[in-house]
């Protein structure tokens, strides 16, 4: 976790997406598309996404996340488009509301604190934006726990 | 008889703990929480104060086990040193109405409180007032990851 918090605080374009009502912002080179949702597929799988999208040929599973970072299963008008990630070959998406890019300049970064971290946890560190607090993540963290792919203690 | 200054930290309706007078900082008496989904029940909060972002540590929840009912919520900034020598670091703990300053006496040396047992892994020793014990809180050891090992 320490190791992605050095990353991301090296990482100078970041893209802030708007799923439900919270933010999330990931690396900016680490987005490959955004495919609109009119695209998606709605029958839910056994990793709870909402749906799939056809992709560069592959069936690429998209996923809905609530403000606690719950999987949802339906959809609604807000969602516009879906953000695709790569993980180490497997792709995966997110539906958002909205995406707007986000310099680092524009950020204070912080680890998680100590007695917050969780071995499970999807965030890699905190920031600071207009007086507020945005979390960061990754897309390997993405995927980790959306269980698209497994950890390396996981087998 | 030696006497310091502390404060009496309402960390709910019924638990109180205390801290040293240069333990606490800053008093955020309307704090502006941020969620952080994934962590701890008894810190699933952060707050920013001073361009820093802080845990907003619940102890009474941790005590609990359960999150207290609380009228309001504010938030004192106490600051620690992970190892003597090291940079200060700053935390969030969640009280229930404004600390009071108070002074303590080496004679109000007491017990700790049997209930919760909790009360043992985070207070490096107590103080009797009103006849109460009032644990005082080892910093270093609720902001480290240790209360998710007790």
């Known amino acids: 976790?320490?190791?992605?918090?050095?990353?991301?605080?090296?990482?100078?374009?970041?893209a802030m997406l708007t799923m439900d009502g919270?933010?999330?912002?990931?690396?900016?080179?680490q987005i490959i598309s955004l495919e609109p949702v009119m695209d998606l597929r709605q029958s839910p799988s056994g990793q709870g996404s909402l749906g799939t999208m056809r992709f560069q040929g592959r069936s690429v599973p998209i996923f809905r996340l609530n403000d606690a970072l719950e999987k949802q299963q339906s959809l609604d008008a807000e969602h516009r488009f879906c953000v695709i990630f790569d993980c180490r070959g497997t792709y995966f998406g997110l539906l958002c509301r909205q995406m707007q890019p986000v310099n680092r300049d524009q950020l204070i970064l912080a680890p998680i604190p100590v007695c917050m971290r969780q071995a499970d946890m999807v965030f890699r560190a905190l920031a600071i934006r207009e007086k507020a607090v945005i979390k960061l993540t990754n897309t390997l963290a993405l995927a980790l726990y959306l269980g698209i792919v497994k950890g390396e203690s996981d087998g | 008889m030696a006497e310091t200054t502390a404060w009496l930290l309402a960390l709910d309706r019924?638990?109180?703990a205390a801290v040293g007078k240069a333990e606490i900082v800053h008093f955020l008496e309307q704090p502006v929480f941020f969620d952080v989904p994934g962590s701890p029940f008894y810190c699933r909060r952060v707050v920013v104060w001073q361009n820093r972002v802080l845990p907003a540590l619940d102890l009474a929840a941790w005590l609990h086990g359960k999150i207290p009912q609380r009228d309001r919520a504010l938030v004192a900034v106490t600051v620690y040193q992970d190892s003597p020598g090291s940079t200060l670091s700053y935390g969030g703990l969640i009280l229930s109405s404004m600390p009071l300053q108070i002074q303590v006496a080496d004679?109000?040396?007491?017990?700790?409180?049997?209930?919760?047992?909790?009360w043992q892994s985070i207070a490096i020793s107590c103080f009797?007032?009103?006849?109460?014990?009032?644990?005082?809180?080892?910093?270093?050891?609720i902001y480290s990851d240790a209360l998710m090992l007790v």
Not at chain 1, 22 to 29: A, D, F, H, M, N
Not at chain 2, 107 to 117: G, K
């Open chain 2, 107 to 118: 004679e109000q040396a007491c017990d700790l409180p049997q209930r919760p047992r909790t």
């Open chain 2, 14 to 16: 019924d638990l109180y």
């Open chain 1, 22 to 29: 919270s933010s999330l912002l990931v690396p900016q080179g």
């Open chain 2, 128 to 141: 009797a007032r009103e006849g109460q014990p009032v644990p005082i809180l080892d910093l270093r050891y």
């Open chain 1, 1 to 14: 976790m320490i190791d992605d918090y050095q990353i991301l605080a090296q990482t100078q374009a970041f």
